[in-house]
């Protein structure tokens, strides 16, 4: 009885569809679905074991000021480089990850997101899992890496996957202590570099001169001489006191590291000991070269008279248009506003290159535009997620 009436066509009052092909929807992976269930069930027990463990200050601020009285670590907790006539000095990230395992429920580090070309996209991270505080860092490193002026400068490309995890490691790690040091309290950071500091100056028990001796023989394996340290120190090294010695531990460290050159610090022209310079001997004299303000154009000339004439034939100025502002009035502003730190981050991101700045307008917009990214990441990474 069933059997007749399977086929009967019901009338419902609409347009049936013709029947098409049908369309076969892909399945998720198994193999996504379980890493995504287990990267989100460990996400939430972190969270749950760092509040049901909270971080006990006093203790941790110990364990800190403990780790950082070892000569060890103290002697390479600071960084320093010259921008201009300004040294700029810091933390490194070894002291910030010192810092961070003993303050406890911090989660921290760096990933490479995607790789495409010559660039990789990478992200730095610093977690407080106990006050779910995150500050995150999204950027792009170019896989080149420069060279030295006394070996002609400019920039070569990387090739091998080891040389250019390293690459992306280095700069990655920049920002991973940029990311520690606004989840970290900034007194507890002042307190164990100033304990560093100390560390350095009673040097481990051993008298000065021993402690001079060894930082003579360290330096002299990098290229500079006792000659250059005096000249630097403006007196000679027998008169050293301990506060400079670590200010030269800091310098070393930077060189030793590759955050700077060491003609940053000394003069590469300091006469031997015993050899006085030839008074007959002028400095080098470079020309001073006046180069044309408008985008596009190469102009150049040694006299500004002929900049001034270059200007008015090739780039006459039409009065009746209104006056243009300065272009690079917004980047002024934000790095007033912003600071030089987000300024220096913002530069490096966008050129893929250390102490690389705007020179055109349009760069001068990018930096900009970047410089208020970090600035909206940074306001919704101090707020809870």
Known sequence: ??????????????????????????????????????????????????????RDEHVSYLKIIKACKRPSLAEAAKYAYRRGPKLVEGETVKLLAVIAQAWGNIDFGFRELAREGDKSEVEAYAWDLESNTRVKRTFQVRHYRDVSKDKGGGTVRVEGERDTYELVAGMAQRRVRSCLENIIPSDIIKAASQQCDETIKKGDG?????????MLVAFDALGVTQDMIEAWLQHKTSAIVPAQIVQLKQIYRSIKDGVAPREDFFS????????????????????????CAFPDCDFKTGSERGLKRHTTQQHPV???????PDSFVGLKNARESLGEDAYAVACESVFGEPERFPKTPEEAKSVVVYMNQIAKSGTEGGGAE
Do not use: W, Y
């Open 206 to 214: 051993r008298p000065i001169e021993d402690q001079v001796r060894d």
């Open 1 to 54: 009885m069933t059997e007749e009436f399977g086929n009967v066509e019901v009338f419902t009052g609409q347009e049936q569809a013709p029947e098409g092909p049908r369309q076969m929807t892909a399945a998720p992976s198994t193999m996504a679905t379980v890493e995504q269930a287990r990267a989100i069930a460990e996400t939430q027990s972190a969270l749950v074991i760092a509040r049901a463990n909270p």
């Open 318 to 324: 039409d009065s009746a248009a209104p006056t243009l």
């Open 268 to 291: 590469l022209k300091v006469a031997p000991a015993g050899k006085a310079e030839d008074p007959g001997e002028k400095p080098e004299h470079k020309p001073f070269v006046h180069k």
